[in-house]
């Protein structure tokens, strides 16, 4: 809906961000988010980094859908709001997906992830804190949410919003506000040396 003007501009900064190295790690996602999205909407982009990356990100795939996040053994919360998000908006975004294999290939990880993920929530959806940039919170259950829209999750819609719905409970019932109402930098209250 923005002007042909504004479309220019928005392009222009994506394209600016695209000449710095990104982290390897989840953010070779971003690259492949932003081009996916230049492509779509018919602006100079870069295919050649869309596979790059794509391929990067793949190299990260252990097992039983888990994927590091990076160089290293380091697997934690970023499968659910990070690893198993963007491929999915990737395969929704790209208007004329070079290897579509790998559509089918990221929502069969995807699945099996989500499989055993659920079990990491407790009937108040309490979950352990584990990882780095555990102050994200409630995008945990980021991943169930884009399974039921992408149509692969192996729980029910049900049962995912129920999770969603709980996270959202668990976190609010938790001191986990500042005074003047922003969300507190900690898990269930203040606590700043969980900052990365």
């Given at each position: 809906q923005l002007s042909k003007?504004?479309?220019?501009?928005?392009?222009n900064w994506l394209r600016h961000i695209l000449q710095f190295p990104f982290q390897d790690k989840n953010w070779v996602l971003f690259n492949v988010i932003i081009n996916s999205f230049l492509k779509a909407v018919g602006q100079k982009y870069h295919q050649d980094q869309i596979d790059f990356y794509l391929e990067r990100y793949d190299s990260f795939y252990e097992a039983e859908g888990w994927y590091r996040d990076g160089i290293?053994?380091?697997y934690d919360y970023y499968d659910s709001w990070a690893?198993?998000?963007?491929?999915?908006?990737?395969?929704h975004m790209d208007p004329d997906i070079r290897r579509p294999e790998l559509v089918q290939?990221?929502?069969?990880?995807?699945?099996?992830?989500?499989?055993?993920?659920?079990?990491?929530?407790?009937?108040?959806?309490?979950h352990p804190a584990f990882g780095r940039s555990i102050l994200y919170r409630c995008a945990v259950t980021a991943a169930p949410i884009i399974g039921i829209w992408k149509n692969f999750s192996p729980l029910s819609a049900g049962l995912t919003?129920?999770?969603s719905s709980q996270s959202l409970k668990y976190f609010?019932?938790?001191d986990i506000f500042d005074t003047d109402g922003s969300l507190s930098l900690g898990w269930t209250s203040k606590f700043l040396p969980m900052i990365e």
């Open positions: 003007n504004e479309q220019n501009q928005v392009g290293g053994p380091q690893l198993h998000i963007y491929p999915h908006l990737w395969s290939i990221f929502e069969e990880r995807s699945r099996l992830f989500l499989e055993k993920y659920v079990y990491f929530f407790s009937s108040t959806a309490s919003r129920r999770l609010a019932d938790q």
